[in-house]
């Protein structure tokens, strides 16, 4: 899906998003008869109410409690198809937000079936930065499209494509390490969880900007489908796998998003892309595997695969002494019952960065939630023998040790990890059920800010 505003045309209806604390203002300025119209037909301002008003075709659309910006973010796929302008819209909103919630909420995915309807398109809000807005919109796209993508169609190998595919507009350079070569390189955790499946595991690396730039590293995990491996996960639990690899859908649209605006840092994604699949060559609960950071880790469950592949990531992430490491990953179930499908956990030792982060996910409304890497859970960590566990010694805090596990493998205090789930599983405003980009547009935002403009 590619989404473009409406060029300026004096045929374009107008729409009026109605908070219900505005409404007698906002029926004050349309007319008596569209007024009365609306009032007939029992109009309220409720969120996602909508009623097309006589005359000239205008409408009212309701945006309830006005929240948020994404509070607007159906209207695309609610007013009838055509162009509109924005003829009001609630006080506080921010105009780029808003228009990149109206967007976002025209996302259709169509890669086997066609779109029911084209989406309503809009005129940019007055004061929105169009630019901005536009390649936020282009990343989430990305993003979503990835996720979306069943696992058929979206293995390692096409994974790498996406890649290249994402890389080639910005001159970026997309390099991979693919099957055995991973044992030669010094990659084992990645080889060892993908080797199973008939699709080879690899090591994905784009990487773009001035070297003398600051490095800031992406680390996205890219398990293409996950069946748990050996210890073979439940149908039900299986049905949504083909999302597992939304770490590195996130960081791909981020990274979109980053060159697209062209920050001044020299950028590293790195994707560890993998099935967990099931063969005689599997990984099996019990093995230890070595690591690229030279510490063994002993498997307690197969199904605890993506600490594996980010652990070798983020050891090579670090190698090239980066100003900041950020690592995306739908890693553990734990996170989802802490904080549910829509606030992502967050994790880092930097407070500075999680207060940035955190100003930043409140200024374009993506939230998130920072969670404590509590060292006092580290003990869990260790192995019967060797250095590490991949499960730890309990049931509890599961997202927490996932993280502690991870940290075992970087060596910089300004590294943040994203527990993300990667997946609406009910629509919400500009948020359609399926793939989603959680936290993505926080850490655009907040990088936009540590970094500054462009340079040149």
Not at 199 to 218: K, N, Q, Y
Not at 284 to 305: C, F, H, M, Y
Not at 385 to 392: A, P, V, Y
Request: aromatic share 6%.
């Amino acid at each position: 899906m590619s989404f473009a505003f409406a060029d300026a045309a004096d045929t374009a209806r107008t729409v009026h998003l109605t908070a219900r604390a505005d409404l007698d203002s906002v029926l004050s300025g349309v007319g008596e008869e569209a007024a009365g119209h609306a009032r007939a037909a029992g109009f309220s301002g409720k969120l996602g109410e909508m009623v097309v008003l006589p005359g000239d075709g205008d409408a009212l659309y309701g945006v309830g409690d006005a929240l948020t910006p994404f509070d607007a973010g159906n209207a695309a796929l609610s007013l009838p198809e055509g162009d509109w302008r924005i003829g009001g819209m609630p006080r506080n909103w921010d105009p780029t937000v808003l228009a990149t919630a109206l967007g976002l909420g025209s996302y259709q995915f169509t890669r086997y079936r066609a779109a029911p309807r084209a989406p309503a398109r809009f005129h940019l809000p007055a004061g929105a930065d169009e630019a901005d807005a536009l390649r936020i919109i282009a990343g989430v796209t990305v993003c979503r499209d990835l996720i979306n993508t069943p696992a058929g169609d979206m293995l390692p190998s096409h994974l790498e494509d996406a890649a290249r595919t994402i890389a080639k507009p910005f001159g970026a350079k997309v390099t991979s390490i693919v099957g055995d070569d991973l044992l030669k390189q010094n990659y084992p955790m990645i080889h060892a969880v993908g080797r199973a499946s008939t699709d080879a595991p690899r090591l994905i690396e784009l990487l773009w900007g001035d070297p003398s730039h600051p490095r800031v590293a992406l680390v996205g995990k890219g398990v293409c489908f996950d069946s748990g491996g050996l210890n073979i996960k439940g149908g039900s639990n299986m049905l949504l796998m083909k999302k597992d690899m939304g770490g590195a859908a996130n960081v791909l649209g981020l990274a979109t998003m980053i060159m697209d605006a062209g920050l001044p840092v020299h950028l590293q994604v790195l994707v560890p892309a993998v099935e967990n699949a099931i063969s005689g060559n599997a990984f099996r609960p019990g093995d230890v595997l070595p690591s690229r950071k030279g510490l063994t880790v002993e498997i307690g469950n197969t199904d605890a695969e993506g600490r594996l592949v980010l652990g070798d990531a983020l050891t090579r992430a670090c190698e090239d002494k980066p100003d900041l490491v950020i690592d995306m990953a739908t890693l553990t179930g734990a996170a989802r019952i802490a904080l549910g499908p829509e606030l992502a956990p967050v994790y880092t030792d930097d407070d500075a960065l999680a207060a940035d982060i955190a100003a930043a996910a409140s200024q374009v409304d993506d939230p998130v939630w920072r969670m404590p890497l509590w060292s006092g859970y580290d003990s869990q960590l260790e192995g019967d023998i060797s250095d590490l566990s991949n499960t730890g010694s309990g049931p509890m805090a599961g997202s927490i040790t996932a993280a502690l596990f991870l940290r075992r493998f970087v060596d910089t205090k300004a590294w943040v990890h994203l527990d993300i789930y990667g997946w609406n599983p009910k629509a919400r405003p500009g948020r359609p059920l399926g793939g989603e980009m959680l936290a993505g547009r926080a850490l655009y935002e907040a990088l936009k800010a540590r970094y500054g403009a462009p340079h040149g």
